[in-house]
């Protein structure tokens, strides 16, 4: 799937990815990684991987339905298996407040996944997520980088690695 390019102790990793189909691979391993409720964070320039991940992550757990992105409705829900998974894509955000205004904490109840991509467009009402995922294009491919932010974080990375 990946290279592992650096590291710092189980917090923070670096993965090189070579192409769309390793991306993808990342995300079905995040589905495994991440089990339980958890925020994640999405950041990268447009065409970076994010929602290609997202989509990975979503057949990662079984989902087998088209997976949209949310860029117009801000949110996208899903139920997979009993789960609650929120898919946010915050670029056409022109206020924070806004993400108040269309029940942000009703969706961040502690017992559901949200992935929330552009989560600098709303960094003044998030909390810190659990797990941070930059991607950045590399020679071809792109780098993945992994921050853990919480237990949970550093659990999914532990995973990962």
Known sequence: MTDVVSGRADRDIELQLADEAATAQLGAALAAAVPGPALIFLSGDLGAGKTTLVRAWLRGLGYAGPARSPTYTLV?????????????????????????????????????????????????????????????????????RLTAHSEAGLAAVARII
């Open 76 to 144: 996208e829900p899903y139920e997979i298996a009993g789960r609650r998974i929120y898919h946010f894509d915050l670029y056409r955000l022109a206020d924070p407040e806004e993400l108040e205004d269309i029940g942000w904490r009703d969706y961040a109840d502690g017992e559901s996944l949200c992935l929330i991509e552009w989560p600098e467009r709303a960094e003044r009402v998030l909390p810190v997520p659990d797990l941070h995922i930059r991607l950045t294009p590399a020679d071809g491919g792109r780098v993945a």
